[in-house]
Structures are given as structure tokens and as C-alpha cells.
């Protein structure tokens, strides 16, 4: 078995675990230098928290085993194509290469559509669903200014 199965099974394995003890059909691991240092199956239900996805779940164990919040340099294997939320942390933790089992159509077929997500993302905001309204900016903008001007923040 190469070692892409080893840590795709692995994936699988714990998506199938997590179905058995009453959670969703996903899960993840993050690899490093051939080392799983994150892994994280679907608690949405569980835990009552919507982001708890299986592969946001298996970022926040990598970052914190890892002790950094850039997983530069790792790879996640996901039983599932993410959904947009998953793809973006994926994107914010910087992690260089995804593998990944079932595709956002499988998942459409047993109930799990994130296609309005990806509709909605490309309307104007005043076309979307979800009511947003503008509030406070020049208050808000003045953590913006302070970050802008602060010489000793972490850039991420």
C-alpha cells in the first residue's frame, strides 16, 4: 500500500468510525514529513458547533500539535471534496496538496449539498439569501488602522 493510500484509508477509516458512533460520513488527516499530525472526523451533530467539519477539525489539531498556525509543507487527505468553508481553511492554513475520496456529487446524493454555497458566493452580496447590512464602518475601521500601523503583529 503506498503511503497516499495509507493516509486515505486512514480518512476513510475514520468517516466510517464516525457513522458507526452516530456522526456525518467524513473525515481527515494531516500529514507532515510522512507523519499524521492532525486528524479530524465530522462533530457538527456532536458538538452542536456547524464547523466542526471533519477537515476543519483535523486543521485545528494539526495547528495545535504543531504549535503554528501555517501547515506549510503538510498535505490533508480528506474522504470527501470539501465543502466552501473546509476549502477555504485549507487555504488559510496554507497547506500545499489535498487528496481526496468522494466528490461533492457523491455527497449531494446522500443529502449533502454545498452547491447554493458556491451559488451564492458569486452573487452580489445584495442578491444573496442571507441579509447583510453595513454597520459602523468607520468605528469598525479603527482596528483595521491599528493593525495597519502596528510594527509588531503577526502576519498571517
Request: aromatic share 10%; charged share 25%.
Amino acid at each position: 500500500m503506498s503511503e497516499h493510500n495509507k493516509f486515505m484509508a486512514r480518512a476513510i477509516e475514520l468517516s466510517i468510525n464516525n457513522v458507526n458512533g452516530g456522526g456525518g460520513p467524513f473525515g481527515a488527516v494531516i500529514v507532515k514529513d510522512g507523519e499524521i499530525v492532525g486528524e479530524g472526523f465530522n462533530q457538527v451533530s456532536t458538538s452542536n458547533d456547524p464547523t466542526a467539519h471533519a477537515e476543519v477539525t483535523a486543521i485545528r489539531n494539526a495547528a495545535r500539535k504543531l504549535n503554528r498556525f501555517d501547515l506549510s509543507g503538510c498535505t490533508i487527505y480528506t474522504s470527501c471534496e470539501p465543502c466552501p468553508m473546509c476549502l477555504g481553511a485549507i487555504y488559510w492554513a496554507r497547506i500545499e496538496k489535498m487528496y481526496y475520496g468522494n466528490t461533492k456529487k457523491d455527497a449531494d446524493s446522500i443529502g449533502f449539498n454545498d452547491d447554493f454555497i458556491y451559488q451564492e458566493i458569486d452573487k452580489p452580496m445584495n442578491k444573496r439569501q442571507l441579509s447583510a447590512i453595513q454597520l459602523m464602518r468607520d468605528d469598525a475601521l479603527t482596528a483595521f488602522r491599528l493593525w495597519d500601523g502596528k510594527n509588531d503583529k503577526t502576519e498571517y
